[in-house]
């Protein structure tokens, strides 16, 4: 076994000295794999740093998180620019007492830029809602009215037929033939 | 509240900073380290948000605090009257907004004064602690136990339930 090493060493030596030669690299067994001794890859089968590593596919999983970061950052990163020139460039309202003689618009009750433009001109003010809410009680009202006055009168009427529902016209007295029963004898 | 706050309901405390005698001819750490984070941390942060406090003062716009008239009460609204109900209601859920927000001003005073006295809190915060216990109360005695569907009717039943029996209470006092 020793011999075995020394004569390793010794072919690969001859080896690197003369590595066109044609003899040497015939046949030569023991000197084919080492060209030089110093750049072999010397594999373990226990403690090694490992050489071909086994595990599951991580394809989908990167894709998955590729995708995610894309369309997150597609609007996020616009939508962070703009806020933060917003907060930075046009910033937010002072606190102010009402001047006199001046009655603020409805948007101009609301601090932070954004929100007032929201306000200003998607938002309905909020007296409209008011005044719309109102509106619809009023309605409510007025037919909750007219149906109860309805019910009275319909019961009045119904209970002392004086009125004009709840009787049926008759003809008039006057167009009544009585010649058929006015003589006894006919 | 960094800058704009009553001193009279947050008092500033007496600053207890010792006189320095220095012994050593040595240089003091605490002193390095603070000014470290005053050159590393404070000075930039701070030229950045006066650059930006800057930009604010060239367009600067304003909010108001809206005012609200008032409107006939629950008490003073006709029977089948629709309307009023429903503007003595609007007008009920704006002031119970409002009584929340004293009953949190009140706490914060309490917990600024407790923060402010250190250990010394229980006998020094007297008259926070008195006020907060009056306003919870009278908040518990009239918003208290609505419920989340609480209404001004709803209210206003409560406040004669509390009459009757604050009545109750006086005759059988008298006897």
Same mark, same amino acid.
């Given at each position: 076994?020793?011999?075995?090493?020394?004569?390793?060493?010794?072919?690969?030596?001859?080896?690197?000295?003369?590595?066109?030669?044609?003899?040497?690299?015939?046949?030569?067994?023991?000197?084919?794999?080492?060209?030089?001794?110093?750049?072999?890859?010397?594999?373990?089968?226990?403690?090694?740093?490992?050489?071909?590593?086994?595990?599951?596919?991580?394809?989908?999983?990167?894709?998955?998180?590729?995708?995610?970061?894309?369309?997150?950052?597609?609007?996020?990163?616009?939508?962070?620019?703009?806020?933060?020139?917003?907060?930075?460039?046009?910033?937010?309202?002072?606190?102010?007492?009402?001047?006199?003689?001046?009655?603020?618009?409805?948007?101009?009750?609301?601090?932070?830029?954004?929100?007032?433009?929201?306000?200003?001109?998607?938002?309905?003010?909020?007296?409209?809602?008011?005044?719309?809410?109102?509106?619809?009680?009023?309605?409510?009202?007025?037919?909750?009215?007219?149906?109860?006055?309805?019910?009275?009168?319909?019961?009045?009427?119904?209970?002392?037929?004086?009125?004009?529902?709840?009787?049926?016209?008759?003809?008039?007295?006057?167009?009544?033939?009585?010649?058929?029963?006015?003589?006894?004898?006919? | 509240?960094?800058?704009?706050?009553?001193?009279?309901?947050?008092?500033?405390?007496?600053?207890?900073?010792?006189?320095?005698?220095?012994?050593?001819?040595?240089?003091?750490?605490?002193?390095?380290?603070?000014?470290?984070?005053?050159?590393?941390?404070? &000075?930039? $942060?701070?030229?950045? !948000?006066?650059?930006?406090?800057? =930009?604010? @003062?060239? *367009?600067?716009?304003?909010?108001?605090?809206?005012?609200?008239?008032?409107?006939?009460?629950?008490?003073?609204?006709?029977?089948?009257?629709?309307?009023?109900?429903?503007?003595?209601?609007?007008?009920?859920?704006?002031?119970?907004?409002?009584?929340?927000?004293? &009953?949190? $001003?009140?706490?914060? !005073?309490?917990?600024?004064?407790? =923060?402010? @006295?250190? *250990?010394?809190?229980?006998?020094?915060?007297?008259?926070?602690?008195?006020?907060?216990?009056?306003?919870?109360?009278?908040?518990?005695?009239?918003?208290?136990?609505?419920?989340?569907?609480?209404?001004?009717?709803?209210?206003?039943?409560?406040?004669?339930?509390?009459?009757?029996?604050?009545?109750?209470?006086?005759?059988?006092?008298?006897?």
């Amino acid at each position: 076994m020793v011999g075995m090493s020394v004569l390793r060493v010794a072919a690969g030596f001859a080896a690197r000295l003369n590595p066109l030669k044609q003899g040497f690299s015939n046949g030569r067994l023991l000197t084919r794999t080492i060209p030089k001794t110093e750049s072999a890859a010397v594999r373990y089968g226990s403690h090694g740093k490992q050489m071909f590593v086994f595990k599951p596919s991580d394809y989908y999983d990167r894709r998955f998180l590729h995708l995610l970061k894309y369309y997150i950052l597609l609007t996020g990163i616009p939508v962070a620019a703009i806020i933060t020139y917003i907060n930075v460039f046009i910033g937010e309202a002072e606190l102010a007492e009402i001047p006199e003689n001046y009655v603020p618009e409805h948007w101009e009750y609301y601090k932070h830029p954004i929100t007032r433009w929201i306000a200003r001109n998607l938002y309905d003010p909020p007296e409209k809602n008011y005044e719309k809410m109102m509106a619809l009680i009023e309605i409510e009202s007025e037919k909750a009215e007219m149906r109860r006055t309805q019910m009275d009168v319909r019961k009045l009427m119904r209970e002392k037929g004086d009125g004009p529902w709840y009787h049926y016209e008759t003809m008039d007295k006057s167009l009544i033939d009585y010649s058929p029963k006015s003589t006894p004898d006919n | 509240m960094p800058d704009g706050f009553d001193k009279d309901v947050y008092p500033v405390p007496p600053r207890r900073t010792p006189a320095v005698e220095k012994q050593t001819g040595l240089p003091n750490p605490a002193e390095i380290l603070i000014k470290l984070f005053q050159y590393t941390v404070d &000075v930039p $942060v701070t030229t950045f !948000r006066d650059w930006v406090e800057r =930009q604010h @003062e060239r *367009n600067r716009f304003f909010y108001y605090q809206q005012k609200f008239r008032r409107v006939p009460d629950l008490t003073e609204c006709k029977l089948g009257d629709h309307l009023c109900n429903y503007e003595a209601e609007m007008q009920w859920r704006r002031d119970h907004k409002v009584d929340q927000e004293i &009953v949190k $001003v009140i706490k914060e !005073r309490l917990g600024a004064c407790q =923060q402010r @006295e250190g *250990n010394s809190y229980l006998q020094n915060c007297d008259k926070e602690m008195n006020q907060f216990r009056q306003v919870s109360k009278a908040y518990q005695s009239r918003y208290g136990d609505l419920g989340a569907y609480g209404s001004a009717q709803k209210c206003l039943m409560k406040q004669k339930h509390r009459m009757i029996a604050e009545r109750k209470e006086a005759t059988a006092a008298e006897d």
